[in-house]
């Protein structure tokens, strides 16, 4: 090895103690499954779009997601789904600010920021389940469609099941990211980080937060825009 | 550490935010405020997928800090995702055939 390292002039490559990508095995890893749950949405998404396109006519969103709460008979298309969009980018904003206070080891204000994630994230959830309730009371389910197409024929079935399943997948993957944002939080606050030296398992859960933020936004343009 | 804190900065946060929520604010313009007589519905959609891939990259370059990650994790996150372009063609083509044969 010693001569190795004399002919090339620097270290060798292959002797170890090189980090070829620069990240911990923890982060790599939380990406790399990241890549894999970004393929799964994907698959659910294009589905969607395949079986929407070949589909003669179709649900026109703005009417079907066109109510907020607490106000009756009216047509607001967009707007609760607005607010939803903007309550997850806002909770992901606080996230990085709880990353970043990290970064200096400010335990006190990682502790604030991952509190408001976590209500961010529970607000977002009790959106959707006030949309899927107000959906339910229409009649729409898995295997149900009381929407008609936009030219006035009735709907298919496929329109529900893929609302349902993907915003429902979506749902599962923030209703697990709250519960790892508390279990690191109450982490925080024994002091874990701290005595370990370093605040990475925040940088870790605030991959996968933002990756929920991330698919949201596709969501959003497939289900809600287009 | 003490590189990462330097690129990026509470003031960065807040920029991406506004980035993202103006885009989000034109998506809503183009969908609720712009008659499809003055831009059909082709380009709407057109535009909202090249506005969500715009937030895509600010969510992933800057809050998932992807940007400022070596090449080499760069190049292993973003070339895979390659595959579904391929699976966006096939099954393009696909409905296509569906719809003739419904």
Same mark, same amino acid.
């Given at each position: ?226 | ?5 330097? %690129? +990026?900065?509470? $003031? @960065? =946060? ?8 103006? #885009?989000?604010?034109?998506?809503? !313009? ?6 499809? %007589? +003055?831009?059909? $519905? @082709? =380009? ?8 969500? #891939?715009?937030?895509?990259?600010? !969510? ?7 940007? +400022? ?34």
């Amino acid at each position: 090895m010693a001569s190795t390292t004399a002919l090339t002039g620097k270290k060798h490559i292959w002797d170890g103690g090189a980090e070829p990508y620069g990240a911990s095995y923890g982060k790599l890893m939380m990406w790399f499954f990241l890549l894999s749950d970004a393929f799964t949405f994907s698959a659910l998404l294009l589905a969607y779009a395949a079986l929407r396109f070949s589909a003669p006519s179709w649900p026109v969103p703005d009417d079907v997601f066109a109510s907020i709460p607490f106000v009756h008979g009216n047509h607001y298309p967009l707007v609760f789904v607005g607010i939803m969009t903007f309550i997850l980018i806002a909770s992901s904003v606080t996230m990085v600010l709880a990353v970043e206070a990290g970064h200096r080891g400010a335990k006190n204000e990682v502790v604030k920021w991952m509190i408001w994630t976590i209500v961010g994230g529970i607000a977002f959830l009790g959106c959707q389940a006030w949309e899927w309730t107000h959906l339910h009371h229409d009649g729409a389910w898995w295997g149900s469609n009381p929407f008609l197409n936009a030219d006035g024929t009735p709907g298919m079935v496929n329109f529900t099941n893929l609302f349902f399943t993907i915003t429902g997948f979506h749902g599962f993957h923030v209703f697990s990211g709250v519960l790892i944002n508390v279990i690191v939080l109450f982490m925080t606050m024994n002091g874990v980080f701290d005595r370990r030296g370093t605040y990475e398992t925040i940088e870790k859960v605030g991959l996968y937060w933002h990756f929920v933020d991330l698919v949201w936004v596709f969501v959003f343009t497939f289900f809600y825009l287009i | 550490m003490s590189h990462e804190t330097a %690129s +990026f900065q509470k $003031k @960065d =946060i807040m920029r991406v935010f506004w980035v993202l929520t103006a #885009i989000t604010a034109v998506e809503f !313009i183009i969908a609720l405020a712009i008659p499809s %007589s +003055f831009m059909s $519905k @082709d =380009i709407k959609n057109f535009m909202y997928i090249a506005l969500t #891939i715009l937030k895509a990259f600010y !969510i992933v370059a800057y809050f998932m800090h992807l940007k +400022f990650e070596k090449i080499n994790l760069i190049y292993s996150i973003l070339l895979p995702l390659v595959f579904i372009i391929g699976v966006i063609a096939a099954l393009m083509n696909e409905s296509n055939y569906w719809s003739i044969v419904r």
